[in-house]
């Protein structure tokens, strides 16, 4: 199995839309040849495609303005079928079998659900069926919903040990500032690290059938750089750009991947689960998790928020409430809250293998 040759590709509505907000059939068509020379090429692509609500609501004749959250689901789930649907017939015509992959945050957030996730993408890959990844829209709810499918693509592309994250949008990459607002704003062709200044570049979504604008794709190229995928945001106007940057061009922003990347299980605890509760730590610890990279010792527990049992995913953040680490908590809530009243020297609460350093989760979050 070659994992060098796989490649992400997420189309967000306003890619796949025309000015109607209704699915652009020639867009679509242009996007399957795309990808068909891809697999042609020996490339396994993943295509991560927004558009179930844009396409429900132009079947219902809906309009977006105003719509409940169940209203959007409804119109998910008659979109979902319509969008598949088109995708198939274009597929088939070009000798392609697909598979639908609908996920929510809550599937990737279960470590054995996510297990089951990459093996089910690995035999669709092996065996040449192109997977067309969404949220599953219908059931994903507020608080644990991606909303957009940016982060959705990046962890994708992470799961899949991906080489490549393409993300097309109606915009020809990042630039210095929103240029909605900013007629000066200039295009930044490259970037190194996704830090606090870059975030700054980027404002919300510019179309009204996008949801998450430059910030999403903010987020998710910082996930995938620390999954050691390297992310294109570029114009998805004309498709075939995808060929192009698999060929090894850089149209729009290039987010190279981290020299620091993470291995699998660690990009899971870091960007794929939910932490279930927070430890609270004090200065020595700090210093043991952050520059000496030492596992996490009771001793260095100060307080405990949340009830979990021993094997969650636990935060772990500094006395300002600054979450710096994420990790597998050995002991349950219960025995933690035990153990810090006496503490005992030397036990473990997470092991270093399990336990993930990152200084600015929150630019992870979208
Ligand atoms: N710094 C920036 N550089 C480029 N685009 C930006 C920036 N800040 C905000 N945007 C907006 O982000 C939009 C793309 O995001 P979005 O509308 O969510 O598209 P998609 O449906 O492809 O996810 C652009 O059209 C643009 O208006
Ligand atoms: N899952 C939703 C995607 C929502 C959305 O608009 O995402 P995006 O266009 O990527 O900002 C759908 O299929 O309509």
């Known amino acids: 199995m070659d994992h060098c040759q796989r ?209 999403t794709k903010l987020a998710a190229a910082r996930i995938a750089a620390r999954s050691g995928v390297r992310t294109v945001v570029t114009c998805g106007k004309d498709p075939s750009v995808i060929l192009a940057v698999a060929a090894g061009e850089r149209p729009g922003t290039c987010f190279e991947p981290s020299p620091r990347c993470l291995r699998s299980r660690k990009q899971w605890i870091a960007f794929g689960s939910v932490a279930r509760g927070t430890l609270t730590i004090d200065r020595g610890a700090v210093k043991a998790l952050t520059e000496d990279n030492k596992s996490l010792l009771a001793v260095g527990v100060t307080a405990v928020k949340g009830t979990f049992p021993a094997g969650s995913v636990v935060a772990v953040e500094d006395d300002r409430g600054i979450e710096l680490a994420r990790g597998i908590s050995n002991l349950s809530s219960d025995d933690l809250k035990l153990v810090i009243k006496n503490p005992q020297r030397g036990l473990e609460v997470i092991h270093r293998d399990w336990l993930v350093c990152e200084r600015s989760f929150s630019l992870c979050q979208s």
């Open 7 to 215: 490649i992400v590709i997420k189309i967000g509505s306003s890619s796949l839309t025309d000015s109607k907000g209704l699915l652009d059939d020639s867009r679509m068509a242009a996007l399957a040849d795309a990808i068909t020379e891809l697999l042609r090429r020996g490339w396994q692509p993943v295509l991560v495609s927004s558009g179930a609500v844009a396409a429900g609501l132009g079947q219902l004749g809906w309009h977006r303005s105003n719509l409940t959250m169940p209203e959007r689901q409804a119109a998910a789930a008659v979109g979902q079928g319509l969008l598949m649907e088109k995708y198939n017939d274009l597929f088939q015509a070009r000798g392609i079998q697909v598979g639908q992959v609908l996920l929510t945050k809550e599937d990737l957030a279960h470590r054995r659900r996510y297990l089951n996730a990459r093996n089910t993408f690995n035999v669709l890959l092996n065996r040449q069926v192109l997977p067309i990844v969404n949220e599953n829209d219908t059931v994903a709810f507020a608080e644990i919903r991606f909303g957009d499918n940016d982060t959705l693509s990046a962890l994708v592309a992470g799961l899949v040990e991906a080489a490549l994250l393409v993300i097309l949008t109606d915009i020809d990459g990042l630039y210095s500032g929103d240029p909605r607002k900013d007629p000066q704003a200039r295009l930044i062709p490259v970037v190194r690290q996704v830090d606090e200044n870059i975030m700054q570049a980027a404002g919300g979504s510019g179309s009204p059938v996008g949801t998450g604008g430059m910030r």
